[in-house]
């Protein structure tokens, strides 16, 4: 079946504008995580969701940034304001919730990622 | 706090040769390790993961991996690479609704 797929691959925008990164998660899996891989950077959690909880928004690095997940489906990553450090791949993931109830058991299915650049 | 170590940031190896990478992990408790692979232009694919049981961890593509609890690794090995190996490497413990990764190992193979 279709993996995970983000839109857009690429986005280049001016600073201080803002910018939406889209996530289509495979179908049924209930958790989505954001992630961010800066240059020489490991892969930064930023915010994840599950099922109809509240998500954990702990990984957010400031007020500009904000996700939202409509329906436990599709998500959208917001950066408003964008800042030249904000530049960075943007990995979006998903899992099916296995019986252990750990979610970081499950095997995360990552998409391809949106590369940002902030000129 | 829980942290990974990948010590290696770049490492070289002739085609056809054997490969460790190195993955060293800050846990309290019993972790959950993982490694995925990330090659150019393409999303992250999941090489192995251990939870529990035999320390010894067979994955996709040829990989192994063995968790030392004692030595808090959990190295990434191949007997024989082959040049389609040639990708980003990364190491991440999960906990809780997390995964916390390394900062990666990037692997070039020539012939």
């Known amino acids: 079946g279709a993996g995970v797929s983000q839109s857009p691959s690429n986005k280049v925008t001016e600073k201080g504008k803002d910018v939406e990164l889209r996530c289509d998660p495979i179908?049924?899996?209930?958790?989505l995580y954001w992630y961010r891989q800066s240059l020489g950077q490991g892969l930064e959690f930023l915010i994840y969701f599950q099922g109809n909880s509240a998500p954990d928004k702990s990984g957010l690095p400031s007020d500009r940034f904000s996700a939202e997940r409509t329906g436990g489906s599709v998500s959208t990553l917001t950066i408003q304001r964008t800042q030249q450090e904000d530049s960075a791949v943007y990995l979006c993931?998903?899992?099916?919730?296995?019986?252990?109830?750990?979610?970081?058991?499950?095997?995360?299915?990552f998409g391809p990622g949106t590369r940002l650049t902030v000129l | 706090a829980q942290s990974v170590t990948q010590p290696d940031i770049h490492i070289t190896v002739s085609e056809g040769a054997s490969l460790e990478l190195r993955c060293n992990y800050s846990?309290?408790?019993?972790?959950?390790l993982f490694w995925y692979v990330q090659s150019p232009g393409q999303g992250l694919q999941l090489l192995l993961k251990y939870f529990s049981g035999d320390t010894l961890v067979q994955g996709i593509k040829g990989f192994e991996a063995e968790f030392k609890r004692s030595q808090s690794s959990f190295n990434l090995r191949k007997p024989s690479v082959h040049w389609s190996d040639a990708a980003e490497y990364f190491c991440a413990v999960g906990r809780a609704n997390n995964l916390f990764f390394g900062t990666g190992t990037r692997l070039t193979v020539i012939p």
């Open positions: 179908s049924g899996h209930t958790a």
């Open positions: 846990y309290g408790a019993t972790p959950y």
């Open positions: 993931a998903s899992s099916f919730a296995g019986t252990t109830g750990l979610l970081s058991t499950d095997t995360q299915y």
